[in-house]
């Protein structure tokens, strides 16, 4: 139960990031929206890994790259994320 309560934190964390950091503008949404989406997909093999662990380290540093290039996108660009997104984790 821990561990799932973790797992839906990191799922959501995820998901603030790319639907909330796409207020800004740069790089390709689609790309962008696909990285996001297989980010939010690898937070099941967090499953049991501890904040402070090498693993979880290095998800926690891609996510916050990703949502610095998330940041960047355009107006028009931060629709064609979020559609994309959407249809990448099948919502």
Do not use: R
Request: proline fraction near 2%; include cysteine; hydrophobic fraction near 45%.
């Amino acid at each position: 139960m821990k561990n799932t309560l973790k797992l839906i934190g990191i799922i959501a964390l995820v998901t603030v990031i790319g639907f909330s950091m796409i207020a800004c503008g740069g790089g390709d949404p689609k790309s962008l929206a696909k990285q996001s989406a297989e980010l939010a997909l690898e937070a099941f093999s967090m499953m049991g890994e501890a904040p402070g662990s090498a693993k979880y380290e290095a998800y926690m540093k891609k996510s916050e790259a990703l949502a610095k290039k998330i940041e960047k996108l355009s107006e028009a660009d931060k629709k064609i994320f979020e559609e994309e997104f959407s249809k990448q984790l099948g919502f």
